[in-house]
């Protein structure tokens, strides 16, 4: 069974950054393509960044493009979220997904980590 822990996450103010990890068990991380997902309260869940398995191919939500990094260290099996330069509305739980395809869609997604909590405050 596939297993996805996220960690990092915590209340930071207006334009600190922060670093999300999201750490593998059950399956070798080289099999998957990794996403971050997040959902703020009241919405709808959205795609934040992806990577394919080796991280050479990456994708980001046009709303964290040039603020956040996805990337991925299969030796270690952990996936990691680098959001620098964060805003009030990138408040939200953070997510990480394991899945087959390289893909933006929250529903290719096979495997889910409980979420980490973001605060920004302003």
């Known amino acids: 069974q596939v297993q996805l822990a996220e960690s990092g996450g915590g209340l930071v103010q207006a334009g600190d950054s922060l670093s999300l990890s999201c750490a593998v068990s059950?399956?070798?991380?080289?099999?998957?393509?990794m996403g971050w997902f997040r959902q703020a309260p009241g919405k709808e869940r959205e795609f934040v960044a992806v990577a394919n398995w080796n991280g050479g191919y990456t994708s980001y939500a046009d709303s964290v493009k040039g603020r956040f990094t996805i990337s991925r260290d299969n030796a270690k099996n952990t996936v990691y979220l680098r959001m620098s330069s964060l805003k009030n509305e990138d408040t939200a739980v953070y997510y990480c997904a394991a899945g087959s395809t390289f893909s933006t869609a929250g529903e290719t997604f096979t495997y889910w980590g409980q979420g980490t909590q973001v605060t920004v405050s302003s």
């Open positions: 059950g399956d070798t991380l080289i099999t998957y393509n």
